[in-house]
C-alpha cells in the first residue's frame, strides 16, 4: 500500500472512530442481549440455586426501574465483562454437568459472579432515586465505584451494600448500618466511610467516569 493509499485509509478510521455511534450502541445492544438471555436461562433452569434465583428478583427490577437510569448503568464499562465471564461460568457449568464432574465447583463460581450483577441495579437505584432492598447484602471492597454514576464509596476495608432509600446508599461496616449519600442526614462522609465524586470526560449526558 502506498503513502497516499495509507493515509486515506487511516482518515477513513479517524471519522468512523470520531463519528458513527453505531459501533458503539452495537456493542450496547449485544451485552444487554445477552442479560437478557442469562435471564431466561437460569428462569428455565430447575436445579436453579437460591443465588439465582436472587439474581432473577434483581434481574425483574431492572427490568421494571427507570430504563433510562439502567442504560446508564450498564453502559459502564464493567458490563461486558460481566457478560463476557458470566458466559464462560455458564459454558463451564454446562460442561461439568455433561460430565457429571465439577458441578457444586461450577455452580458456586456462577453464583459469585452472579451476586456482582447488584452493583448495576445498585447504580440504576441510585441514578434514579427509587428504594432497593438487597435479599442479600453486596459484600465489596473499597473503593467502590458505583457504575455510571460517578460515585465512588471510599474507607478502609469492605463494605456490606444492603440498597438504597432515595437519598443515598445503605451499607453495612462492622454491624453498624450506615446512610451515604449526597442529600443523606449525614452528609456525604461518616466517620467510616466517604463518598466522593469522580472526574469524567465527555458529554454530561454520556460521561465517562475516569
Not at 437478557?36 to 436445579?47: E, Q, S, Y
Not at 445498585?122 to 460515585?151: K, M, N, R
Not at 456490606?160 to 462522609?189: A, H, M
Request: aromatic fraction near 8%; hydrophobic fraction near 40%; glycine fraction near 10%.
Amino acid at each position: 500500500m502506498d503513502k497516499a493509499a495509507q493515509r486515506t485509509g487511516e482518515a477513513d478510521v479517524d471519522r468512523w472512530l470520531w463519528t458513527d455511534d453505531g459501533p458503539f450502541e452495537s456493542c450496547h445492544r449485544q451485552t444487554a442481549t445477552a442479560l437478557v438471555a442469562i435471564a431466561k436461562v437460569i428462569g428455565r433452569d430447575r436445579a436453579a440455586t437460591r443465588d439465582q434465583s436472587e439474581f432473577l428478583t434483581l434481574f425483574d427490577k431492572a427490568a421494571g426501574g427507570d430504563a433510562g437510569a439502567f442504560t446508564r448503568a450498564w453502559g459502564s464499562p464493567g458490563a461486558r465483562s460481566w457478560v463476557n465471564r458470566a458466559m464462560d461460568l455458564f459454558e463451564a457449568l454446562g460442561r461439568a454437568r455433561r460430565s457429571n464432574e465439577g458441578i457444586a465447583a461450577a455452580t458456586a463460581a456462577l453464583d459469585q459472579h452472579l451476586d456482582h450483577f447488584k452493583r448495576f441495579v445498585l447504580a440504576q437505584h441510585v441514578l434514579s432515586g427509587a428504594d432497593l432492598a438487597f435479599e442479600s447484602p453486596y459484600s465489596c471492597e473499597l473503593p467502590f465505584l458505583i457504575p455510571g454514576t460517578g460515585w465512588r464509596i471510599e474507607g478502609p476495608a469492605e463494605i456490606d451494600i444492603l440498597g438504597t432509600d432515595g437519598t443515598g446508599v445503605r451499607g453495612s461496616v462492622d454491624g453498624e448500618v450506615l446512610l451515604l449519600g449526597p442529600q443523606s442526614p449525614n452528609g456525604s462522609r461518616t466517620s467510616h466511610l466517604g463518598l466522593t465524586k469522580v472526574p469524567s470526560v465527555g458529554p454530561e449526558n454520556e460521561p465517562i467516569f475516569l
